[in-house]
Every structure is written in structure tokens, then in C-alpha cells.
């Protein structure tokens, strides 16, 4: 096994007992973003599992697969075997990014030159994933951060974004709210 | 394709040259991948077996689907047709490698007929979906496999699927009404009609049933719906013997009454599900859910006091009848996570889809759901009696410590020991959930009188062996060994 993923294998009962049904994809808002079998949460324990056994060689693309999630748990609180889904993508984002890979694709990152320093962002975030660097700068810790966006929706400077292609980016929203009201429009 | 250096990814089969970029023109850049991440994720299903595709192809039409058939026919390339992967058996593990056909992006529903009670699909629909886009008709599509939530229509028309209202409504097979199918050579078949009769030669259709990818690759199906029941009744009953639960199931079959629903969970399966999910069943040997259906509540009362009469025949204690729809809900809720609650049974081990359904004849019920306690002790793991046994269908799973070789090694004399016991009795290998790969040894000695007529029946309809080759008939005689396993013994 890769050093790295040592921490990992303490998991390794509970993706044993993940009997891999995909009752959890079905409702994962990023596999509706990205409709492949690898974007579902049991492949995102597949994943783990291949890491941590060493069937899998991580990669760019292992990382981006495991981290990308939005930490909604409609995964594990749809899961009967209660497998900790969104703890065990966690700790492997942890691992991953200790190996040197990019876990942000789902994280808010935040715009310097547009922060005003209000510090809204810190105090919204419920993973504790915004905190100053030493200069006072709020920056999102892509490990942590869940990708909830209440700190881009709270932003007063609107300098927090998320990115394109997962369905939460602003263009994105903005996108969706005209679609549906001119789906409605046309109802009518 | 940058594989691992992993024994998994070196036993992958030397692929086409080229082969992600041909098939890249025919579905669009996007629509193919090779990464091996995702040939890892798509190598699995829910079943213990793990082997390696060399692409993974989304088509977006019909017309796709042919093109990509086409050349993996004259190419020689193995295909591996995919729903939602729940199969329990190995059917969607590419065991000889080659291209795996993920059908989810065919998923519109065509047609909704509910003056010809039929709906037209696409083979990428997905059960539950069918079946909240036909609520608002006063319609429902009837089998109700417990894995409905993600199970495609094509995965489950390719693997004969059946579930809780099987009973009374049947099977996929009888749900059935036509199909339009692509064969190994690309060309597009209509097979079947729309009407509800038909004896107009042979039943082609119906051999696409059941046939798990390996003759065509199915991209509509015109299915038959019914209007959704006025009343539904359901009672649970206790018993303290298995045995007697058993013998209330047959009795109620052969008395004529008509359940919707008659269900049986043992002792195992109440706990587990108990733990997992906490749906406060009563702790007893086994519990049996009775349903009755229909548009006069007269009707139904009357079927349910029979079946009631008739558990209390066989001791049944604790009958708990009810109309309301919040309480069945819950139930068979708690039912449809049964599956992944076995896991949470016992410390350290899993629950893993081994021996996992049969059918036997009624009156066998009973002593089946013995022997399966009786087997799994002399093999030191733990088994469970449950299922859709209202259709003659019994599941099991086998429940282990994964990660112990010997533990495997009695999973393998437990499944053969059960196997030989479901063909003394005359029943069969599968009810539902198909053969594949784990069930294929059982299923070829229950079949040997066939197996040639099966054999030419897939040779005429796929002369290069492209269709997910490596199953049933020509399956490996040991699974254990067919494949990697899912899980790490030592
Ligand atoms: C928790 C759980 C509960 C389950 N409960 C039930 C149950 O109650 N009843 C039951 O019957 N089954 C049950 N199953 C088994 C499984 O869901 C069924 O076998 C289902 O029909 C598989 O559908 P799928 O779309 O997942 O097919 P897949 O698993 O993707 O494929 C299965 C087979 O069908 C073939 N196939 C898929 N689509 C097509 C197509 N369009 N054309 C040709 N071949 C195709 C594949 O090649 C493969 O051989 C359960 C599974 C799980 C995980
Ligand atoms: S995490 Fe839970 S719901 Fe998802 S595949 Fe595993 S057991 Fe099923
Ligand atoms: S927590 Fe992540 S993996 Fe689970 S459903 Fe939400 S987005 Fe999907
Ligand atoms: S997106 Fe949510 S979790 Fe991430 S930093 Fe913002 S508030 Fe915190």
C-alpha cells in the first residue's frame, strides 16, 4: 500500500460492509451534475477501497472523483448499512491532498481582490473551513470546505465563488432560475 | 490507457489499438472514457466479483448503440451492456474485458397509454421513475423490485426481475409486451406488438428475457401497466418456527386467496434490520407481511381474513392488519433496505451476494428456509431466509468475515450444498436476481439437458461471441476463481 494512504485503512471494515447496491446514487446531487457510474458515492468508496488496497494507483483523476461532493449526506442517510460515506471522503480528501493531489473542484475559493476583509464568510461556514492566513486574507481550506456555498451566497462583496460544472456556480444558478421561469412562462 | 502496475490492471487483456478513439467518433469526445479510475468502478457490480472493461462508452441514441455494435462485431471486441449495475451475480462484469455500453443516458419515457395500459421506455428508465411519472395516471408499473430506486428497465427485463407485488402481478416476463432490440451485428429488431395477447410464432421477445446481455442489447421496451389499486391492506404476522411460516406461505397459495404482497423475513433478517435502521420489528423466529389489493374494500377485507386464518392455523401470533399507507410505507421501506442492512448483522462481518435467490416448489418452503440455517452452520457463516416467497422465491445471502480465505471457502461448499438441495427438490437456480457468474455452476447442472439448445441459440444470434461473453453457459465452473473478488482475503 502507498504510505500515504495508511490512515485509510481503518476504513477498510466499513467499505466491506458497503454491499454496493447504489441505493445512494440516486439521489447525490453530484452524480445528477456528472452521470457517470465513477461520480456516484459507491464508486467514490470503490475508489477508497482501491487505494487503500493498492489495486489503484492515485492519480489526478482518482482525487478529483473521490473529493468532488457536496457533503449533503443524502448518500448515507440513505445508506441501510450506514456506511459513514462523507466521513470516509474526508479523511481520503485529506490523504489526497497530503500526497500532493487537488481536492478544490467542489471548494468556494475566495477572490482577494474583491474581499472586503468583512470576515462574514468565517463566521457562516459551519465545516470551519475559512479561516485568515497571516495577513488577514480569508482563505477556503479545500479539504475542509464541503462546498455548501452559504459562504458565496453571504459574501456582501460577492468575492466567493464555486466553479463551473457541478451546477452551483453563479452562472450556473442564474442559468437554471431563467429556465425555470421560462419553463413557466410558457405553462402559463 | 495508463493502467496501474496492480495484478488487476495487468491482467486486462491487450485492447484494440485505438480503440477510445473509434469510439469516440461514433457517440462524441465526452461520451467515452478510459481512465483507470473508472475502468475500476465500472469493473464492479453488486456482486463479489471485480474484473476490468478496456473503455466505457455512454451512447445517446439508437442509432449509436448500432454503430458501436457494429464495429465491435467486426472487430472482435466483447460487450458488456449496463443499467445501473445492481445486478447481484456478476452479469455487467466484463470478464473477458471489452467495452462496457452504459445504457443510462437512453432514459426517456416515450409513451404513457394508459386507455392501452402500456408505457414505451427507453431502456436507461429507471423503475422508481417510471412509476412516479405514471402515479399521476392512476397507473403503476407493477413488479417492484426492492432495488427499484436505481434498477433499469433493460437491467431488469435482461434478468427477468420480479419483487414484493410479483405475486399477484407477475414477473417482468409477464409485464412484457414488445421490445425493440439491437443484435450483436448492429441491426435494430421490433419484436413483441402492444397488444396484451399475442400467438403470432415464436415469442422472440420473451428470449430476450432473462438473457442478461448476451443476445441483443434491448433500447425500448412497451411494457404493460395497471391502475393502482383503490385499497391496500397489509398485515404482519409473527411465528415462533420458521417452519410454520413456510407452511402458512403454501397454504395460502394453494387455497386460491389472492395476496399482493407475501413476504417472509427470519430471524436474521428482523435483527438486522432492527440494527441497521431501527424499525422496531418484533423480535421473533419469523415475520410474514400479508397484502391485499383491490377497488372494493369488501373484497379485500375478505382476502386478508383469509389469509389471517390461515397463519393462525400454522400458531401466528400478534396480527397486526392495517389500511394505513404510512405504516406499509415504513415497512416496505425497512423491507427494500434489507439487502444492505445484513451487513450491520454481526461485527466484522459483511453481508455478500452469494447463494442469494432460488425458487422452490410451495411446499418445500418450509423445509428450504431450515435448511439454509442448517447449511450455514456446518459452513461456519451465517445465512438468512427471506424474500418474495409469495411467488415460490426464496433469498439468502451468506454473511462472513471477508476477509478470511477459509470463510470463502465455506461460502463455496454452502452455496454448492444449497444448490444441490434446490434441484432435489425440483426448483430452480434463480428466481430473479439471474445467474452471471456466481450462480452459472449451479445453473449449468440444473440446465444440462439445454445447455446445447442455449449454446445455438446464442451462436445463431451472436456468431462472434461479442455479447457479454463469459456467462451463463460459458460461464468458468468455479466462481470463486472466475474473477478477482471484491473483497481482500488472506
Ligand atoms: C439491494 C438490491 C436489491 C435487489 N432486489 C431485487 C429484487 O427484489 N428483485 C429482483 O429481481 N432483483 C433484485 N436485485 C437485483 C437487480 O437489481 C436486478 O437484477 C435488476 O434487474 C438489475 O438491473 P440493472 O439495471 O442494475 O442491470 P445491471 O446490473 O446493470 O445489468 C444486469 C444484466 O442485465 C444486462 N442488461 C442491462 N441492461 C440491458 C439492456 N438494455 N439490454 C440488454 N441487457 C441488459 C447486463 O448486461 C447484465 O447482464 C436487487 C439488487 C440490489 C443491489
Ligand atoms: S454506501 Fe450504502 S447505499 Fe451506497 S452502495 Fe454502499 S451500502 Fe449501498
Ligand atoms: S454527500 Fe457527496 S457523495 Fe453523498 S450524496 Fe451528497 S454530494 Fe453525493
Ligand atoms: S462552501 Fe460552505 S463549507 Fe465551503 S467554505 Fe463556504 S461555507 Fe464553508
Partial sequence: ?188 | MTPGNHPIFRKVIPMKEGLVQDLQEIVGEDAVRDDPADLYVYGSDSSVHCALPWAIVRPGTVEEVQEILRYANSNGIPVVTRGAGSGMSGQAVPIQGGIILDMKRLNKILEISPENTYVRVQAGVVDDDLNRALKPYGFMYPPAPASSRIATIGGEIANNASGTRSVKYGATRDCVLGMKVVMADGSLVNLGSTTRVEASGYQVDRLMVGSEGTLGVIVEATMKIVPIPKYRCMGVACFNELEEAGDTISEIIASGTQPSVLELMDNVAITAVNTAIDLGLPDVEALLFIEADGNVKEAVDYEIERMKEIAEKYNAFGIDISYDAEKRTKLFKGRKKLFASLSRYKEGYSCTSLADDMAVPYSRMAEMARKIHDIADRNDVIMTAYGHCGSGCVHTKILMDPTRKEQWEGARNAVREIYEYVRSVGGTTSAEHGIGLSKAPAWKKEKQDSLEIIGAIKKALDPNNILNPGKLQDAPDDWLTATDLRYKAE
Fill in chain 1, 1 to 188: 500500500m502507498t504510505a500515504n494512504f495508511k490512515d485509510l485503512e481503518k476504513w477498510s471494515p466499513e467499505l466491506n460492509i458497503c454491499i454496493r447496491c447504489g441505493y445512494c446514487y440516486e439521489l447525490c446531487p453530484l452524480y445528477k451534475a456528472h452521470p457517470w457510474e465513477s461520480d456516484t458515492p459507491r464508486a467514490k468508496m470503490l475508489l477508497v477501497y482501491g487505494l487503500l488496497t493498492g489495486d489503484l494507483e492515485p492519480s489526478q483523476h482518482v482525487a478529483e472523483k473521490i473529493s468532488e461532493c457536496f457533503f449533503c449526506k443524502n448518500c448515507e442517510n440513505n445508506c441501510s448499512a450506514n456506511v459513514p460515506v462523507t466521513d470516509i471522503i474526508k479523511e481520503a480528501k485529506a490523504a489526497l491532498a497530503e500526497a500532493g493531489y487537488e481536492v478544490d473542484r467542489t471548494a468556494s475559493t475566495v477572490d482577494e481582490d474583491l474581499c472586503c476583509r468583512c470576515y462574514t464568510c468565517v463566521s457562516v461556514c459551519k465545516a470551519e473551513a475559512v479561516e485568515p492566513d497571516e495577513d488577514g486574507q480569508p482563505v477556503v481550506d479545500p479539504v475542509e470546505c464541503e462546498g455548501c456555498g452559504v459562504c458565496a451566497a453571504s459574501c456582501p462583496s460577492g468575492a466567493i465563488s464555486q466553479k463551473d460544472g457541478f451546477g452551483v456556480s453563479r452562472e450556473e444558478l442564474r442559468q437554471l432560475l431563467l429556465d425555470t421561469l421560462r419553463k413557466g412562462a410558457q405553462v402559463e
